[in-house]
Each structure stands twice: as C-alpha cells, then as structure tokens.
T-cell receptor, first 112, second 116 residues
Framework: AQSVSQHNHHVILSEAASLELGCNYSYGGTVNLFWYVQYPGQHLQLLLKYFSGDPLVKGIKGFEAEFIKSKFSFNLRKPSVQWSDTAEYFCAVNHNNNDMRFGAGTRLTVKP | DGGITQSPKYLFRKEGQNVTLSCEQNLNHDAMYWYRQDPGQGLRLIYYSQIVNDFQKGDIAEGYSVSREKKESFPLTVTSAQKNPTAFYLC???????????????FGSGTRLTVV
C-alpha cells in the first residue's frame, strides 16, 4: 500500500546535538513533500516544503530537508537543536489529487 | 486575521449520539479537509472537498459524514456508526492549484472529541 513512513517514533537529544529524522514514501510519480511541526498545545505549522528544483530545501528555524528521489526519502535535519525544538514532527506527501498523506509522526524531546 | 476556526475545542458525546464539529475558514481557500489524529498513527484523512457541493472520502470515512454548502464551511458529523470516535480532529484548507503542485495546508487548532 502507498504510505508515508517515519521510522523514529520518539527521539531524545541534548541541546546542541544534531538531528536527522527519517521520512520515506512509497508513491510513484511526481510528489510534493512537506514537513510539519506541532509544538505542545499548538496547531500544526508548515516547517518546509519541496516542489521541484534544488533537492536541498531550507525551512524556518534552521531546519532543512533533502529530497533523494532514488531513495524515496525526504529526511529532516538540523545541525544543532534547541530545547524549544521539542515538538512532534510530521512528514507529508501530496500527489495526484491534492490530498495530503501524513506519516505517523516523530516526537522530539530536547533536554536542556 | 485570516485563518481556520474549529469549534468547540473540547466536545463530549454520549455513545449512540451524533455530533457535529464545526470548521470555518476566511482564507478564500477552495479545498478543505478533515483529519483524525491518534497517538502513534499520525493524521489520517477522513474526507476532503475541493469545491462547493462536492466532497470525497478519505482513508477512514466510515462512520463520518460531511457537507460543503458554502466555500467557507466544512462541518464534520461523527455518527453513532463510528466505532471508536474518541480522537483529536483537525480541519485544514488549501488553495487548489490547477497544475500539479500544492502550497501546503493551513490547519485549525483542532477539536478533541471524547465519548463518555
């Protein structure tokens, strides 16, 4: 079945550690890719998106993601996390008919 | 300010009752969506609508119904046929792009439904 997979359910890091959250999808053809973030008690916000062009996209708050078409992946990275990055992160894929499919989410806890 | 308003924030329902969740947007977006968020399962699509008076089932439409009589409004009814309705429900909207692309969704703040 077509799906979006986030392999890490819960990641715990210390401040200043580097972050990489994995995202793989199984849809063929052209896709638009997104990362959303949900801070505690807040609604989902768009972190970054990929439509076409440079496969390395930069988002808000120092986050970036790399689209690797051959691996069907769109991993999220940040060189140095902060306590305020504690949140749940969702990878999402939009294809064909404009509806979005989400991964199960990765909960990130950053220890001060 | 433009945005999506979901109401109520918390909702309690007795078993066997239907309940309607409200979603209103003033962004002039064509498309609207309902998702259900459960711990460890991410967001699952219930229904979506790209134009007024038209909507499509998502992955978990059973036990739910929607209407889209106005562009701004996309209410979701959780019926008594929904076996496990306790969840967090999110509404979203987006611009419909005629060529293949998407600018992403704007989300509401959600409604937490509890069946008692």
């Amino acid at each position: 079945a077509q799906s979006v997979s986030q392999h890490n359910h819960h990641v715990i890091l210390s401040e200043a550690a580097s972050l990489e959250l994995g995202c793989n999808y199984s849809y063929g053809g052209t896709v638009n890719l997104f990362w959303y973030v949900q801070y505690p008690g807040q609604h989902l916000q768009l972190l970054l998106k990929y439509f076409s062009g440079d496969p390395l996209v930069k988002g808000i708050k120092g986050f970036e993601a790399e689209f690797i078409k051959s691996k069907f992946s769109f991993n999220l990275r940040k060189p140095s996390v902060q306590w305020s990055d504690t949140a749940e992160y969702f990878c999402a894929v939009n294809h064909n008919n404009n509806d979005m499919r989400f991964g199960a989410g990765t909960r990130l806890t950053v220890k001060p | 300010d433009g945005g999506i308003t979901q109401s109520p924030k918390y909702l309690f329902r007795k078993e066997g009752q239907n309940v309607t969740l409200s979603c209103e947007q003033n962004l002039n977006h064509d498309a609207m969506y309902w998702y259900r968020q459960d711990p460890g399962q991410g967001l699952r699509l219930i229904y979506y609508s790209q134009i007024v008076n038209d909507f499509q089932k998502g992955d978990i439409a059973e036990g739910y119904s929607v209407s889209r009589e106005k562009k701004e409004s996309f209410p979701l009814t959780v019926t008594s046929a929904q076996k496990n309705p306790t969840a967090f429900y999110l509404c979203a909207s987006s611009i419909v792009i005629t060529a293949f692309t998407s600018y992403g969704y704007t989300f509401g703040s959600g409604t937490r439904l509890t069946v008692v």
